[in-house]
Structure formats: C-alpha cells, structure tokens
C-alpha cells in the first residue's frame, strides 16, 4: 500500500463538510467528508424499514475493541459505482442523515473519475485506489464501515477483510449483469468475513432481493426500486419515502452494530 498524501482542498463551515485529495497508486482520489454533529441524536427504532438475515443460522458478529472505544465515532466510507460519482442519491441521503446520529460520512471519489475519465478501469485498480484512501478513512481512530452502490459495493466487499473494515454496507449491490443471473458474484459478497448489510431495490435489474443466496449477511428491501433506487411515480413509496427506508436501515443497522 502507498504511503498517501493528504491535501485539504475545501471546508463549508455551516456544516464543517470538508474535501481532500488523496494520492493513491491508481492516482490522486478525493474524500468528501460529512463530519458527524456534535448534538448527534439516539439511533431510533423503525418498523418502516425491516433488515432480516439471510439465512436462519446467520451468525452474529461480536463488536470490536475499537468500535467500543470512547470518544471516537464511527466512519462511514461510501464508493460511487461505475456510471456515476458521489452524486447518487442514495450516497447523497445517507451523508445528509447519519451525521446528525453521531455517524461521520465520507463519500470517495475514484481516482478515474478525479482525472475526469468516462469509464471505470479494471476491478483491480478499482481496489488499488480503495486502498490508498484507506489510511485518511482510519485516521481518526474510529471504526470504519466500508461501504458503496454497485461497482463500489464489490470494492467494498473484496477489500474489508484485508484492510480491518468493521462492516460492510453494500447498496445495490450488482449481483448479476442484467438478464444474465448465471454470471453471479455472489462469492464477493459472500466472503466479507464481517457483518454486511445489503440494501437492494426491489425490482433493480442487477439482482432483486429475493434473487440473493442465503448467507452470513443482511438484507433490506426499498419496495419497487430500480438500481439507482428510483421508484415509479405512480406506484411504490415515492422518492422521498424511498430514500427515507434506505436510510432509516442503515441507521437502524449501524446502531446496533457500532
């Protein structure tokens, strides 16, 4: 791994949401961060959003000695996926929420996309710029959840064991290509070696959740969402709805974890 390079790059001071850019073997990556409130709220209790396991013999994880420390808070680190950037709007949801429940958000841009290329490169480098940017992600000292839509998702998952990830959140995670079920990559998910939450549109074309093997993570559902979580306008919860069960899962989920 790289000794990486920090620059900061901007600061908002409303909201104390920072960017840096990171030096990484794949090129420079940039961090946008979405620091956690000092006046961060109790993680509430929903009905509105179910997460259950995969599978009736899914074991529980013990919490770690870091995610116990006092003090720290935890980090959420989000990848985009291959067709767009931190804009996304599940990304973007969960950065205006979690920070006020005591969960810092840090959004990572590819170095791909900092160099402003059309097109995602291999898997492999893909990991090679996670891992660069992993150093900044755990300077703080908190635990840090690995987590991504899609393409990042996958990087999430192949990397967390190796880089002492507390968890693994995995949003539309892209199961199969479209119409091709038997090209599965379901061994990525799989194979975290951590608590994983998976966060999956109930008609995306990727995989619909009733499509995922059982397995030692979880799963929830946003009823009638595509892969980028849109939800028909005249059926389903509506957009705002939709993102609202996207989020209150992860905090539901985070809470217990960290």
Known sequence: ???????????????????????????????????????????????TAKTFPATDTAKTFPATDTAKTPGTRPVLALGHGAGGGIEARDLQAL????????????????????????????????????????????AAGGPVVAGGRSAGARVACRTAAELGARAVLALSFPLHPPGRPEKSRADELLGT??????????????????????????????????????????????QDAAMGILTAAVTGWLAALV
Request: proline residues 12%; glycine residues 12%.
């Open 1 to 47: 791994m790289s000794n990486a390079e920090h620059v900061n790059t901007g600061t908002t001071e409303e909201t104390g949401r920072r960017s840096e850019t990171v030096d990484t073997d794949a090129g420079p990556a940039r961090i946008t961060w979405f620091p956690a409130t000092d006046t961060a709220k109790t993680f509430p209790a929903t009905d």
């Open 193 to 238: 070696g951590v608590p994983t939450l998976v966060v999956q549109g109930g008609r995306d074309p990727f995989g619909r959740p009733d499509e995922f093997p059982p397995g030692e993570y979880e799963i929830a559902e946003v009823p009638y969402g595509d892969h980028g979580f849109a939800v028909p306008k005249k059926t389903g919860p509506g």
């Open 95 to 138: 950065a205006a929420a979690l920070p006020a429940h005591g969960v810092t958000v840090a959004l990572v841009e590819q170095p791909w996309r900092v160099a402003g290329k059309r097109l995602a490169p291999a898997p492999k480098t893909l990991d090679t710029g996670w891992r660069g940017v992993w150093p900044a992600l755990t």
